[in-house]
């Protein structure tokens, strides 16, 4: 056996290194996923929509109490756009107006009781950009859970927050 005069260990990240880069790089690529609201796809093809998310603005609806909004603010990627807590009925519905973020292999939409993620509820995977609205689930509180997050569930990565004010 030939030995060199590196120790072992630092032999090891010769090639682990490479192999840490390029995960890091694959990390924030274009995600197929994230479909443009009002985007038509040619004759042939279909467009991935989630069964919980609407094109429609959740505001035109006069039925619709406005409980709470906010701003996102960028993280560690770029997200931009506001989103608004709206209460019909028993149904609180999360809409995002004029929503852009960076892409990411596998981007959820969580609320929670702040940025650290204390006590977050997972609402959806983030499947859209512009204006759109998702379901919240029926354990959402308001008066609790007063932050919107934008998280790669794939390499735990915040993206961006918006904290909700309560009207």
């Excluded at 005069?5 to 290194?17: E, S």
């Excluded at 609201?37 to 609806?61: E, H, L, N, R």
């Excluded at 983030?126 to 008066?143: A, C, K, Q, W």
Aim: aromatic share 8%.
């Amino acid at each position: 056996m030939v030995k060199s005069g590196m120790p072992r260990y630092v032999r090891g990240w010769g090639i682990l290194l490479p192999i840490l880069f390029v995960v890091c790089l694959s990390a924030c690529v274009k995600n197929v996923d994230l479909i443009p609201v009002g985007t038509t796809t040619t004759p042939g093809t279909t467009t991935p929509v989630s069964t919980s998310t609407t094109s429609s603005t959740s505001a035109a609806d006069k039925d619709q109490k406005l409980i709470a909004q906010g701003t996102f603010v960028n993280r560690v990627h770029t997200v931009k756009g506001t989103v608004s807590v709206y209460e019909k009925g028993s149904s609180r519905i999360l809409t995002f107006t004029n929503f852009s973020t960076d892409s990411g292999p596998d981007l959820r939409i969580y609320v929670a009781e702040d940025a650290a993620l204390t006590n977050f509820i997972e609402v959806s995977k983030l499947s859209n950009t512009g204006t759109f609205s998702v379901d919240l689930p029926y354990n959402y509180s308001p008066t609790q859970h007063k932050t919107v997050i934008i998280w790669c569930k794939a390499f735990s990565v915040l993206f961006g927050t918006a904290a909700l004010t309560l009207n």
